[in-house]
Structures are given as C-alpha cells and as structure tokens.
C-alpha cells in the first residue's frame, strides 16, 4: 500500500465551505427582511381593522344598553393617527385614553387622516368611505372602511 501524505488540504477545504455559506447568506438576507417587512405590514393592517372592527361594536353595544336603561348615550369611541414617526394610532372614549398602537418601524401611514369614529347603527361618521393605506418601501396595504361601515383589508 502506497502512503500518500496530505498536506494543506483541511484549511483550503474550510475556506471554501465559508466562502459558499457566505454566498448563500448574502443571497438569503434580502429575501428574508423583505418578508419580514411583508408580515410586518400585514400584522398592522390586520391589526388596526380589529380595532377598528371593536370601536364600531362598541359604538353600537353601548348606545344600545344605554338606550334600554334611559342612560344617557356613552361617547363613541375614536380613532386619531399619530402624524409622524413612530407611526401608529391611539383610540379614546370620551377623551380618555383607552388604547395606544405604535406599528412596527418598518410600517409607514400613507397620507393624513381623520378622526375615524362610528354612529349608533356601526355606520362610518362620514358621508363618505375611508381608505388607509399603510406602506412598507414599495408594499401598500389598504385597510378601506365604506360608508356603511364594511371593514375591509385591500
């Protein structure tokens, strides 16, 4: 039997596996905050869908049990967006304070918005619909609420 001694092959070996996980890494690393960008924009849609889903359920539950009491009518609650960054929204009843939501960095409001806030019947304080796009770089989400008070995520 022949012996063949190897020499400088290990370290030659263990550079070039680096090399190629660098290179899949690097080809890895967009993708991945692009998706994570993706999941962080859909969080805040379907986030501030919910709660507005809940101020209109809660504009309508409250008004009602009021009503069958002979109690005076609770203020609705209200919807304000936060004007610069860190985006998110806070909702109120009745000037106090009773939730606060800061999107994640990456998320950004599209535009100014109004107070958003709902009737007696769940209807959108508004003669008109209300769109709200939320954007992460070239991604937008829309969360559209129309004038009969649909809430939905575009």
Do not use: C
Not at 96 to 113: D, N
Not at 137 to 146: E, G, L, M, P, S
Request: hydrophobic share 45%; glycine share 8%; charged share 15%.
């Amino acid at each position: 039997m022949d012996d063949v001694k190897q020499t400088g092959g290990m370290l030659l070996e263990l550079l070039l596996v680096i090399a190629v996980l660098v290179l899949l890494a690097s080809a890895a690393l967009p993708w991945y905050y692009s998706t994570a960008g993706q999941r962080d924009l859909d969080a805040a849609a379907r986030q501030l869908a919910a709660d507005m889903r809940w101020m209109q359920q809660t504009s309508i539950n409250s008004i009602a049990g009021s009503a069958e009491l002979g109690l005076p009518v609770d203020p609705h609650p209200s919807l304000k967006f936060y004007p610069t960054a860190p985006y998110g929204y806070f909702i109120t009843v009745g000037g106090v304070t009773v939730k606060k939501h800061l999107f994640p960095a990456t998320v950004q409001v599209y535009g100014s918005h109004p107070i958003i806030s709902f009737g007696i019947n769940g209807y959108l304080n508004s003669l008109y619909g209300l769109e709200i796009s939320l954007l992460h770089h070239k991604q937008i989400k829309k969360v559209i609420v129309d004038a009969a008070g649909r809430i939905r995520i575009d």
